[in-house]
């Protein structure tokens, strides 16, 4: 796939609990010059904040790591963001993907993967045990009488 992207960003921080609002809103901010409905934006911060919270929560259970976010769009309004962590993987990334699967405790819902599918138009994850996990996170915005896409 050779697209040519129009805008490009990269965060990398401390997979602390508090790091999650900073994810969100900077993804925010860099989607404003697309002119996202307020709903779209809504969609993706939701879905970020799914991801970005599912690295910090599973992926280093033992400590503290990074997280990394890298956003890009292009011309015709399709968003990608990718959220990845090096942390400790998902065994079975199908199993995990099912509604109400968490190896989280009780204080965790399991549908942090159902979340993101229903905001998104693709979500795509890639994990391996001890090697961390990537997840993409794809959507195409739309102008705001729905037919015609953004362009930035």
């Given at each position: 796939m050779?697209?040519?992207?129009?805008?490009e960003?990269?965060?990398e921080f401390s997979s602390l609990a508090e790091n999650e609002a900073f994810a969100r809103l900077a993804v925010s901010g860099f989607l404003l010059p697309l002119d996202p409905t307020m709903e779209a934006l809504a969609d993706i911060r939701t879905a970020v904040s799914e991801a970005v919270t599912n690295a910090i929560v599973h992926a280093y259970p033992n400590g503290k790591g990074?997280?990394?976010v890298l956003g890009r769009y292009d011309r015709d309004g399709t968003v990608i963001i990718d959220?990845?962590?090096?942390?400790k993987g998902i065994e079975d990334v199908q199993r995990a993907r099912q509604p109400f699967f968490t190896t989280g405790?009780?204080?965790r819902s399991g549908m942090g993967f159902t979340v993101m599918e229903s905001f998104m138009d693709g979500v795509d994850v890639r994990s391996a045990p001890g090697q961390g996990t990537a997840v993409r996170l794809t959507k195409r915005l739309l102008s705001r009488d729905d037919s015609l896409p953004r362009r930035a």
């Open positions: 050779n697209v040519e992207w129009i805008n960003m990269r965060l990074m997280v990394r959220v990845a962590d090096d942390g405790g009780e204080e």
